[in-house]
């Protein structure tokens, strides 16, 4: 287990690398002057402009700019904003709490709801209930995210003059307003996560009430529900779980898009702001960020196999 796992990391720091590569040279392909940028002026002198590549280093080969920006990176210095020069790990920090609420309510969300129609649906094949059920499930899948969080805000204005508190609310200082402020962007977000895994979960456990321990279970007395629970849950969980690292990455992108539609300052919102005011450098620590998230989430479901089922070993 343990020289897997330092495989892992070893491959984990090549696919951030890779990324970082990408990034850095993606940005610099975006249209746009940063003197402008900087300046927020059309009309800006050359002098101006000189100074300013000098302040950023951008009068230095791209290999050069990349290796230093690397090395601040590797001691934890992510370098400053074009336009309000704060620290980009300070404005990444501050904004986490927010985006990792949203994402986790999201989830508890789209589990609970996706298990239990995924077990019954299996329990209860080709009756009417499980027809239903699926038909339930791909209509969520066809429907998109952020048109679900824009209806959420329409028609409960339209029909009864309600609409959610603008803002963030710190979880501590105000549990009830902070669920008030966030209850409706992750129901948005986690509906198509759960229609996804709840059809995983119906097919997996399809597949595991076939097995010949299943019937023994049954044969020996032991009661549906146990078996259903006890015995062919747990080994079904394997294809759902490797769904839901695929989708926790929908899950944190989908954030850029309901983040501002219900006005929430999470990451989601720096995000968008920074890509459409061209600031490269919070693009770069932020793409970063999302992808160190991702790839962690990714090593520790590959550990978590082994819990779930124990015929799983890693050499």
Known sequence: MGQYILKRLLFTLLVLWAVSVIVFGAVRLIPGDVCRIV?????????????????????????????????????????????????????????????????????IFALVLALPIGVYSATHRDRASDYMLRFLTIGWLSIPGFWIGTMLIIFPAKWWGYSPPVGYTDLWANPLK????????????????????????????????????????RAKG????????????KNAMIPVITLFAIQ??????????????FSLPGLGTLTLTSVLIKDYPQVQGLVLFFAAVLVLIN?????????????IRYA
């Open 299 to 311: 090593l520790l479901v590959d550990i978590s196999y082994a819990w779930f089922d124990p015929r």
């Open 178 to 217: 902070n669920l008030h402020q966030l209850y409706l962007p992750a129901l948005a977000l986690g509906l198509a996560l759960s229609a996804s895994l709840a059809r995983v979960t119906r097919s997996s456990m399809l597949e595991v009430l076939r097995q010949d321990y299943i019937r023994t279970a």
């Open 39 to 107: 300046l927020a002026t059309p009309t800006v002198e050359q002098g101006q402009c000189d100074a300013i590549r000098r302040d950023l280093g951008l009068d230095k080969p791209v290999v050069t700019q990349y290796f230093r920006y690397m090395s601040g990176v590797v001691r934890g210095d992510f370098g400053t904003t074009l336009i309000s020069k704060r620290d980009v790990w300070t404005e990444i920090r501050t904004r986490i709490p927010l985006t990792l609420e949203l994402t986790l309510l999201a989830t």
């Open 222 to 233: 032991l009661v549906d529900r146990a078996v259903v629970v006890r015995h062919a849950l």
């Open 248 to 261: 926790f990455g929908t899950l944190l992108g989908g954030t850029v898009v309901l983040e501002s539609i």
